[in-house]
């Protein structure tokens, strides 16, 4: 987590504009744009939002073109995202709150949030316990009627696709900005990183309690969106 958080204190630009979003993924702004138009369909009330790796509050922004937002909650590792994300936030006139923390340290209320975004972060997470633990918290976090909503890195359970994902991927990272970013990608998250596939995502989200379903994917990222009954 120290490794995790050192990087990105350090890369707060990349992840600091709306119309591209997180560049290192494909999609990015595609991904945005769906999520919101989709959290505004399945809890069109929403006025609480839960920001998980926030980073410099791209997902937040983006939900506050569709949402009326009396209260935002940032959590992110960076304290440098978390600055980021506060100033850029600041002109929606919500109650911003700023937690720097792990994710798997939250302690929420129960039903204290009407959405939850969690984008590029929970491909962090190791252990299949913990991703059973974090889904669990953020359900009992969500009112009823309340959703949830992924973007990230995914696996594939069969060899050869996650081969060809893979492969498609590194195009992806060499055509944007050469061989050697590639390796660099490649090399954090082999160290970083443990993302698992969509049908693992989806199997865990309905364990704790969600509708669950695919709102996008493109090779090696997806869409994911979990709403609370």
Request: some cysteine; overall charge negative; glycine content about 6%.
């Amino acid at each position: 987590m120290d490794e995790i958080r050192a990087r990105f204190d350090a890369d707060v630009e990349r992840f600091s504009n709306l119309e591209t979003g997180q560049t290192a993924t494909q999609d990015a702004a595609l991904g945005l744009e769906l999520i919101a138009a989709t959290a505004k369909r399945v809890t069109p009330d929403a006025a609480r939002l839960l920001d998980l790796g926030c980073g410099a509050g791209n997902f937040s922004l983006k939900l506050a073109q569709v949402f009326t937002l009396q209260k935002v909650t940032l959590v992110d590792l960076s304290a440098n995202m978390l600055d980021r994300a506060m100033e850029r936030l600041a002109k929606t006139g919500a109650e911003l709150r700023a937690l720097q923390c792990d994710v798997r340290d939250l302690d929420l209320e129960p039903e204290s949030q009407d959405v939850i975004v969690a984008a590029a972060v929970l491909h962090h997470l190791r252990a299949e316990v913990e991703w059973a633990a974090v889904f669990h918290a953020l359900y009992a976090a969500l009112r009823p009627g309340g959703s949830l909503f992924i973007w990230d890195l995914v696996s594939h359970e069969i060899p050869g696709v996650q081969e060809t994902m893979w492969a498609r991927y590194g195009e992806y990272l060499t055509a944007f900005k050469g061989e050697a970013y590639r390796d660099h990608v490649f090399a954090y998250i082999e160290h970083e990183d443990s993302p698992r596939s969509v049908t693992f995502q989806l199997h865990h989200l309905r364990a704790a309690g969600f509708q669950a379903d695919v709102i996008h994917k493109n090779g090696s990222f997806a869409a994911i969106g979990a709403w609370k009954p």
